[in-house]
């Protein structure tokens, strides 16, 4: 049967494009692409880069005091909010710009328009065209989740806060994940009264105890009002245009802006696909195999919208993987296994494998940690602490875990995910010599277990 294309992708974030521009440039696929939105998807348009420029912006208003420690006379006063807003959408411009040409330079056709599965071989596209294709690639990502309450409309998602009109001067950021400890680190330090409400008992669940307790410990340090074991019940607007929240521990208030952070939801709706026989999990996701290949077999998918490791680079990967499975007849699985990442809190953190309770669960560890003043700040009279902590498996000696909280902390995992990947022994880390004064020596000469387990 001759099909329109070899390849349709639905979707235009990282791994689609990635996924649409190796099938073309590199496997010779005539592919096509169809994006309802902009080019880039949440991460260039509406996640990782844009905040982690805001992250950068929020830094600055720190620098003013401690380089007068270190005997410069400095100031930093107002933050213009309309000016790096401009300079903000102008960025983003660019790299939809960059996206666009990457695809148009590989040969992918694109189509504007949202699109959803007709059948196990077609596309149709939001103005009722139809394409054939020998593969579909699903690839559209995820969604904020909004929690149901009253008044819960008032409140704004990680999609608007790019776009604010202008700073507000009190912020409540519900959720303790990432996207909510990340914010609440931007807009404190972008100057903003800045208020966390988190329903459990410690923010960043699922990471390293430790580690989070030095992070949630920090961010009260640099200002910030964290309610733990609180949720918003209810939420009015006031006379003022302010918006009143009441939370689960009777803590009363009122914000200019109230940011839910609470979760994300893969963008299946209204897709078409169990209708044509793809099977979705309880979140709505996309089950796949080890090859993202779905319940249909000319169906496959990756990123987010399968909710296995919802990070970009993973998404990557992933759409590489497919196009060597599908495309260039080398079956490929995708490895999910020790990843590493950050979280751009302030502290930032990097982590790679178990945290120490996970790997106290497996086996017998030990675990050697180390939390101090680093000397830059230490210098400038400031009582900021960073952490860097191996954990370490007693039988095999091999490094299960490293988890950092310091500055700078994205840049360092990746390279010690170098070594943990590859099997390394605590001893294979002794054997390393220091780089002398860093923050990240600590992890090649902690000689001591600090604990067992
Ligand atoms: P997360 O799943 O990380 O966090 C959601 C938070 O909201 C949790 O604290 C959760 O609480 C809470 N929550 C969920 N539902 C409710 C509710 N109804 N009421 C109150 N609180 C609620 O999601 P994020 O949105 O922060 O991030 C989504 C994903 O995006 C992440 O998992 C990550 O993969 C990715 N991401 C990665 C980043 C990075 O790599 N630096 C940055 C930003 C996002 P509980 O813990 O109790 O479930």
Request: net charge negative; proline share 4%.
């Amino acid at each position: 049967m001759d099909f329109d294309y070899d390849l349709f992708v639905i979707g235009g974030g990282s791994g689609g494009v990635r996924a649409a521009r190796v099938a073309a440039g590199e496997a010779g696929a005539k592919v096509a692409l169809a994006e309802g939105d902009r080019y880039g998807g949440t991460c260039v348009i509406r996640g990782c880069v844009p905040k982690k420029l805001m992250v950068f912006a929020s830094e600055y208003s720190g620098m003013a005091a401690e380089a007068e420690a270190y005997g410069w006379s400095a100031s930093i006063t107002d933050f213009n909010w309309n000016t790096f807003h401009g300079k903000l959408v102008e960025e983003l411009d660019r790299l939809e710009g960059v996206y666009r040409r990457l695809l148009a330079g590989s040969g992918v056709e694109t189509f504007d328009q949202r699109a959803k599965i007709a059948d196990a071989h077609t596309v149709e596209l939001a103005d009722g065209t139809r394409k054939t294709a020998k593969h579909i690639l699903i690839a559209t990502g995820g969604t904020p989740v909004r929690p149901d309450m009253p008044g819960a409309e008032l409140g704004i998602v990680s999609d608007d806060i790019f776009h604010l009109p202008e700073m507000p001067k009190r912020i409540l950021i519900v959720g303790g994940g990432y996207i909510a400890c990340e914010f609440a680190g931007i807009m404190n330090g972008l100057g903003v009264e800045t208020t966390l409400y988190y329903r459990g008992a410690q923010i960043l669940r699922g990471f390293d105890d430790e580690a989070r307790g030095l992070i949630a410990d920090e961010m009260r340090d640099n200002g910030i009002d964290i309610h733990t074991g609180t949720n918003v019940l209810e939420m009015k607007k006031t006379d003022s245009g302010a918006i009143w929240t009441k939370g689960s521990n009777g803590h009363e208030a009122e914000f200019d802006v109230v940011l839910f952070a609470t979760g994300r939801k893969p963008m299946t709706d209204n897709m078409g696909l169990e209708e044509v026989g793809v099977k979705l999990g309880r979140a709505g996701e996309i089950i796949v195999d080890q090859y993202s290949q779905t319940a249909v077999p000319s169906i496959y998918a990756i990123g987010d919208v399968t909710n296995r490791v919802n990070l970009t680079p993973v998404a990557i990967r992933e759409g590489m993987a497919f196009v060597e499975t599908v495309f260039k007849g080398n079956k490929t699985a995708v490895d999910h296994d020790l990843i590493p990442s950050a979280v751009f809190t302030q502290p930032e953190m990097g982590t790679v494998g178990l945290s120490e309770e996970q790997a106290a669960e497996q086996e017998p560890i030990e675990v050697y940690s180390t939390s101090f003043r680093p000397m830059q700040t230490s210098f400038a009279g400031q009582q900021k602490r960073v952490l860097m902590k191996l954990i370490v498996s007693k039988e095999t000696r091999k490094v299960l875990g490293c988890h950092i909280v310091a500055p700078g902390a994205g840049e360092m995992i990746q390279m010690a995910g170098i070594a943990v990947k590859m099997g390394a022994t605590k001893e294979d880390f002794n054997r390393v010599c220091a780089v002398h004064p860093t923050m990240s020596e600590e992890l090649v000469t902690m000689r001591k277990p600090t604990r067992t387990a």
